[in-house]
């Protein structure tokens, strides 16, 4: 099968990388080339990164993602400037994965040391977020601090939600009562939505006497709807009670028309008994 192809190359590449990716264009596959890749640059960065750079004039090379992944599987400090040559776009947030992954090896507090270095602000912020989801697993206050502080503006909403939900499995309670104390926002919104949609998923009953005891403004819709969306199909007049109470208008008319939308290909005539009162 295509995985058992691909140790196959990465061995190979590690070998004779020069003929393993030949053989990978010979057959036609972009797979066993990248895993040809991958392998020789474990081996040998520098002439693995001359390829990709050789056999591609795109700034965005693809080439460089298999390389950089091998190289930093092995020595991921040699993995940094290629990484940090690389344009804003593709190859570059997937190489960044691979990197962080290699470097989280060393553990949370070295990757976090590395992150705050990086001098290119969109890198960093792009790193920071991602860093936030490993650290969640071992401190997820820590985490959804970090998030805030190194994530940026444009990335913290999304740093945040692995965060919260991680936090949410384990300690709702606190993780519910942090969020609150965000500014109101979109982060603050999104932050709460992800904590009681999680918190749903192992005590409802708690996160929907939680939520029936909040406020009922815009800073709570989002979290009104995660409730209510896990009704959706067990339960569709629990599910627009819900989110009947959300208070943005637009939003409110949208879920509901979605809900009855559903209800109607899937029970028409409940659908229809309960809509036409």
Not at 156 to 184: F, G, H, I, N, S
Not at 251 to 259: A, D, H, P, S
């Amino acid at each position: 099968g295509r995985h058992e192809l691909a140790l196959v190359m990465d061995a190979w590449g590690q070998v004779d990388g020069p003929a393993a990716v030949a053989y990978g264009q010979e057959i036609g596959s972009e797979q066993a080339m990248s895993s040809a890749l991958s392998g020789w640059a474990a081996q040998y960065p520098e002439a693995a990164r001359q390829w990709a750079l050789a056999n591609s004039e795109n700034p965005d090379n693809p080439w460089m993602i298999p390389v950089i992944a091998g190289t930093a599987r092995a020595h991921v400090d040699a993995a940094l400037p290629m990484l940090y040559a690389l344009p804003y776009g593709a190859a570059r947030g997937r190489s960044l994965d691979y990197v962080i992954d290699a470097y989280a090896r060393r553990g949370v507090d070295a990757l976090a040391s590395w992150v705050t270095g990086i001098s290119d602000q969109r890198l960093r912020e792009g790193a920071a977020a991602r860093v936030a989801a490993c650290m969640a697993q071992e401190d997820p206050q820590r985490a959804a601090e970090w998030a805030m502080k190194y994530a940026g503006t444009e990335r913290q909403a999304q740093a945040l939600v692995p965060v919260m939900a991680t936090w949410a499995r384990t300690a709702p309670a606190d993780a519910v009562a942090w969020a609150e104390k965000l500014e109101p926002g979109r982060t603050h919104d999104l932050a709460l939505e992800h904590v009681v949609g999680t918190w749903a998923q192992t005590d409802p009953a708690a996160a929907e006497a939680w939520l029936s005891r909040s406020g009922s403004g815009p800073s709570f819709d989002r979290a009104r709807i995660s409730i209510g969306m896990r009704y959706f199909e067990s339960d569709p007049v629990r599910a627009m009670s819900w989110v009947s109470t959300v208070s943005d208008e637009r939003m409110r008319n949208r879920m509901l028309e979605r809900i009855a939308g559903a209800w109607t290909e899937r029970d028409p005539a409940a659908a229809s008994a309960f809509l036409g009162k």
